[in-house]
């Protein structure tokens, strides 16, 4: 079983950049669009962003313009570039499928303070 592992999260100060890794541990992707999803605390996790099997991504608007998903096929790696990073963006950051979703990893921290 292919189990997804995030990383790349951190500290960064409003404004600041990071980009996040979801590795497939072993092997490649299962077919289906790749999802990252954060959840802050006390809130409900949530959609953040998607990439199609073809490549199609779809940013939620309240990141739009400033996260942007990609992958690496050959390194079996799918990111999300995080740009202008607000003190709200602050949230465990979780990649798993859009759809029959697998279990979930321990995500990574993103903390973006003022």
């Known amino acids: 079983q292919v189990q997804l592992v995030e990383s790349g999260g951190g500290v960064v100060q409003a404004g600041g950049s990071l980009r996040l890794s979801c590795a497939a541990s072993?092997?490649?992707?299962?077919?289906?669009?790749i999802a990252w999803y954060r959840q802050a605390p006390g809130q409900q996790r949530e959609l953040v962003a998607s990439?199609?099997?073809?490549?199609?991504?779809h940013t939620r608007d309240f990141v739009k313009g400033r996260f942007s998903v990609s992958r690496d096929i050959a390194k079996n790696t799918v990111y999300l570039q995080m740009n202008n990073l607000k003190p709200e963006d602050t949230a465990v950051y979780y990649c798993?499928?859009?759809?029959?979703?697998?279990?979930w990893g321990q995500g990574t921290q993103v903390t973006v303070s003022s």
């Open positions: 798993n499928y859009y759809t029959d979703l697998g279990p």
């Open positions: 072993r092997g490649s992707f299962r077919t289906g669009n």
């Open positions: 990439i199609s099997n073809n490549g199609a991504t």
